[in-house]
């Protein structure tokens, strides 16, 4: 039997994760389309890549909407989410409800802290899996997916306070099926270690993203190559990275990269690439501030923990937002 997997958010990201496991052949994998619905129902995505190569991706299925997956009555071994979590505008587990079976796992490759809840909450019995990538790739015309370099995911079972070993086996074979797709930097860990990449991620996506839009758009390089904005980053960087065994109990792992490697790493990224954050700004798109920013500091908070260098970025871009958008109303009066 298939193993039948369901992407929801075919974007950059998961457009891109979809064609590679569409390559083993054991898997038919389809996805749920929105705006790029009718480029990808005729024509597929087309792939570019320096690591692979260009090639075109053709979806098992294309759904418009999770309705059109519902009425197909396919039961789906994994349901990937990448999607961009904004519990602040919808509550996108609601999307899963009669697409969600017996023996279905819900992959969630999104940002943040805090994403598992709402997925748990709706789904108590079913088995999740938590992933966070490192991937720059960008959707520049519907269907049409460039990705520019990196390929790094990691995945765990979301068990917290309890053990599966349902779960973990699950966990197991998804990492397999990515690395069979030549995925080759796919690694499998298990819950605590995976909610430790999660905040080590934070680290910098909450340096980053954030200032980026403050900065008045400028790109990753530019920021690091800036010796007041490399202050300014690494302190936050350190902020998360020394906040985040305080709250999960444990150290992180010595392999972990430093805020001067990430730094340092960051230096040599000249691709001129910009943050999601800033992209969705520059777009008049609503941004991640709750998962990036508003979880963590609340999670800090509940074990007595104040960051206020992320409460700082956090305040600042809640309020532009929020103004920006009492005008975008005011203007369709």
């Not at 805090?114 to 519907?142: D, H, M, N, W």
């Not at 609503?286 to 500091?297: A, K, Q």
Request: aromatic residues 6%; contains cysteine.
């Amino acid at each position: 039997m298939p193993i039948k997997i369901l992407i929801i958010g075919a974007g950059a990201v998961g457009a891109f994760y979809a064609s590679r496991l569409a390559l083993v052949p054991s898997t038919q994998v389809s996805v749920i389309c929105r705006s790029n619905y009718t480029v990808v129902h005729a024509n597929g995505f087309s792939i570019s890549s320096p690591k692979y190569g260009s090639y075109t991706f053709t979806p098992h299925h294309t759904f418009a909407n999770p309705r059109q997956a519902i009425d197909s009555k396919i039961k789906w071994d994994y349901i990937v989410v990448s999607t961009k979590a904004l519990p602040d505008v919808s509550d996108d587990s609601e999307i899963l409800e009669g697409l969600v079976g017996d023996g279905t796992s819900i992959v969630l490759v999104q940002n943040g802290l805090g994403v598992e809840e709402p997925y748990l909450k709706r789904f108590p019995s079913a088995i999740i899996l938590s992933a966070v990538t490192i991937v720059s790739a960008a959707q520049t015309e519907p269907g049409i997916i460039e990705h520019n370099r990196w390929t790094r995911i990691s995945v765990g079972p979301y068990l917290p306070g309890s053990t599966s070993w349902a779960a973990i086996e699950s966990n197991k074979r998804f990492v397999q099926l990515l690395q069979a797709g030549e995925i080759n930097d796919a690694e499998e860990y298990s819950h605590s270690k995976l909610q430790m990449v999660r905040w080590h991620k934070i680290a910098i996506n909450a340096s980053m993203n954030p200032s980026a839009v403050l900065s008045n758009g400028t790109t990753n390089n530019a920021m690091v190559l800036d010796p007041e904005l490399y202050i300014h980053l690494k302190a936050v960087m350190d902020e998360v990275l020394s906040t985040a065994p305080k709250v999960l109990g444990t150290p992180l792992p010595k392999e972990f990269a430093t805020s001067e490697a990430i730094l340092a790493s960051t230096q040599k990224n000249t691709s001129g690439s910009k943050p999601s954050m800033l992209l969705d700004w520059e777009n008049g798109k609503r941004m991640e501030l709750e998962v990036i920013l508003g979880n963590p500091i609340r999670i800090a908070r509940e074990k007595g923990l104040e960051m206020p260098r992320l409460q700082t970025l956090y305040a600042l871009l809640r309020k532009a937002q929020e103004n920006r958008d009492e005008a975008k109303s005011q203007s369709h009066l």
